[in-house]
């Protein structure tokens, strides 16, 4: 197992830095920070933060590592999720990773190297060695949306599932049949559930199965603008477009407008599996499934609180519900 020793040496520092920089101290150099990190992460070294925690007296700290905190649903999750633990004697240390995988081990890094009671975390696809040298740690964690093959810790998330059904029915009741899905990374739990969710139920709801109409980008507009793009030039002409998130939802209209201009825009139906307080002011305005982001927040503290402190928490899929905003749409 390697030592403080083996890190000092391996970053190029002598060892009371290696020792400043794993147990959080601020009296370091960024340089010191980033390279005695690098090499713990190399090694599979895991600083004494965790464990001193978990041995001495709580700190009533809180890790929360939310994939983009751009995303209205993780700021809202991240809102949520802050006051419950608040309300529980707790502060809530949140970071950011910005959809990428290297970014969340850099983060974790940083949480391993701190004394925090356990983590609420949103990864960023499958298990990494810095994943796993945590769960090693026996820091307590909980997942929040997107589950990790392989990782048995908690989850709190959507039902994703019950989510897609909701807008095959929205589409069904439409009468749309050439519809696209523009789905996220299938190495997001969420991204592949959704995509398998659509592909299972699209011909019980009267929508084409035909593949050309299936695209997936990366939960970003910019992505999804190009899948949209992508099916457009397959020759597709869909009469409804469903996006996997938010974010995608908005490049797939915006790929729509520019490539075929407004008037032919204006005949293709949008509908989003995340709602976005702005869809209500589009012309026409966009009907989505509504994720209950902070409910989720909060089972998550909650279930994280109760591993803390010894129990066994089971995981939970917060419901969905669908906001129907098309024309004739009850009020």
């Known amino acids: 197992m390697a030592t403080i020793k083996d890190v000092a040496a391996r970053a190029g520092v002598a060892v009371g830095t290696a020792s400043r920089v794993l147990s959080g101290s601020p009296q370091t150099s960024p340089d010191s920070r980033r390279?005695?990190?690098?090499?713990?992460?190399?090694?599979?070294?895991?600083?004494?933060?965790?464990?001193?925690?978990?041995?001495?007296?709580?700190?009533?700290?809180?890790?929360?590592?939310?994939?983009?905190?751009?995303?209205?649903?993780?700021?809202?999750?991240?809102?949520a999720a802050e006051q419950e633990a608040r309300a529980h004697g707790y502060t809530v240390v949140l970071a950011?990773?910005?959809?990428?995988?290297?970014?969340?081990?850099?983060?974790?890094?940083?949480?391993?190297?701190?004394?925090?009671?356990?983590?609420?975390l949103s990864p960023q696809g499958p298990r990494t060695p810095r994943l796993d040298a945590l769960l090693a740690s026996n820091l307590p964690i909980v997942l929040l949306n997107r589950s990790i093959d392989g990782v048995d810790a908690p989850l709190y998330g959507t039902d994703n599932a019950g989510g897609v059904a909701q807008a095959l029915a929205w589409l069904q009741r439409r009468g749309h049949r050439d519809v696209a899905f523009?789905?996220?990374p299938e190495s997001f739990s969420t991204g592949a559930e959704r995509h398998d969710a659509y592909l299972a139920g699209r011909a019980a709801h009267g929508i084409s199965t035909d593949d050309l109409l299936v695209d997936a980008g990366d939960f970003l507009a910019d992505g999804a603008a190009e899948a949209m793009l992508r099916i457009l030039d397959r020759g597709a002409l869909p009469t409804a477009v469903f996006g996997a998130n938010g974010q995608t939802t908005l490049g797939a209209m915006r790929a729509v407008h520019e490539r075929l201009g407004a008037e032919a825009a204006s005949l293709i139906e949008f509908v989003s599996f995340d709602d976005v307080e702005w869809f209500a002011f589009m012309s026409p305005p966009v009907s989505a499934v509504?994720?209950?982001?902070?409910?989720?927040?909060?089972?998550?503290?909650?279930?994280?609180?109760?591993?803390?402190?010894?129990?066994?928490?089971?995981?939970?899929?917060?419901?969905?519900?669908?906001?129907?905003?098309?024309?004739?749409?009850?009020?």
């Open 96 to 120: 950011n990773a910005n959809e990428d995988a290297a970014q969340a081990d850099a983060v974790l890094d940083v949480f391993a190297a701190q004394r925090i009671d356990g983590l609420l």
């Open 290 to 331: 509504r994720n209950d982001a902070p409910e989720i927040g909060r089972a998550g503290v909650r279930g994280l609180l109760e591993l803390i402190g010894g129990g066994t928490p089971g995981s939970q899929r917060i419901a969905t519900s669908f906001v129907d905003r098309s024309e004739g749409a009850a009020s």
């Open 182 to 184: 523009i789905g996220g």
């Open 35 to 79: 390279r005695v990190l690098a090499a713990a992460a190399d090694l599979g070294y895991i600083a004494n933060g965790p464990a001193r925690s978990l041995r001495r007296a709580r700190t009533d700290v809180l890790g929360l590592l939310v994939s983009d905190i751009r995303n209205p649903f993780f700021s809202e999750l991240a809102h």
